[in-house]
């Protein structure tokens, strides 16, 4: 398993991972084990969005059958940190992509932490290297129809 935090602080809130529990409004809030993983997860990668398929196979791995429980556990981290789906605080959905962590962090104690690969980031170099390509693509057949029209005029004269 992958190297967690001890304990940090989310939005003014706590959070203590060895115990699964939230500091909110005086009172201590469980969590359960899955939340808490999904929790740790995207605070580390704090920034970047974390895909779906990687909380499922990192916090579920090979036991699960479908993504309700990351929803679950989605919604319920929203509702104790009173953040709103359509406009969040501390949890966007990224559509079709994944769930992005956009509070500002004040970090207690840390301990080294192991990022995802961002998925964000392999796309954008994908899409740089498609443009390259296709640009080179355009380069190339401009130089053979250029050198194809001067055969032509130089046979034509």
């Known amino acids: ?7 940090f602080e989310l939005r003014g809130h706590r959070v203590f991972v060895d115990l699964n529990e939230i500091a909110i409004d005086g009172k201590r809030e469980k969590l359960t ?11 580390q990668n704090m920034g970047k969005t974390v895909s779906r398929q990687s909380l499922l196979e990192l916090v579920w791995g090979e036991r699960y059958a479908n993504d309700l429980g990351l929803t679950q556990a989605i919604s319920r981290l929203r509702q104790l940190f009173k953040d709103d789906r359509k406009n969040p605080l501390l949890i966007k959905t990224i559509p079709k992509k994944g769930y992005h962590l956009i509070a500002q962090e004040d970090v207690f104690t840390k301990d080294k932490a192991k990022s995802i690969p961002g998925d964000s980031s392999r796309y954008h170099r994908n899409h740089r290297t498609l443009i390259f390509l296709i640009v080179l693509l355009l380069i190339v ?17």
């Open 33 to 43: 084990p899955k939340e808490m993983e999904v929790l740790v997860i995207l605070y």
């Open 141 to 157: 057949l401009i130089l053979f129809l250029s050198i194809k029209d001067i055969r032509i005029r130089v046979g034509n004269e």
């Open 1 to 7: 398993m992958h190297e967690n935090p001890t304990s």
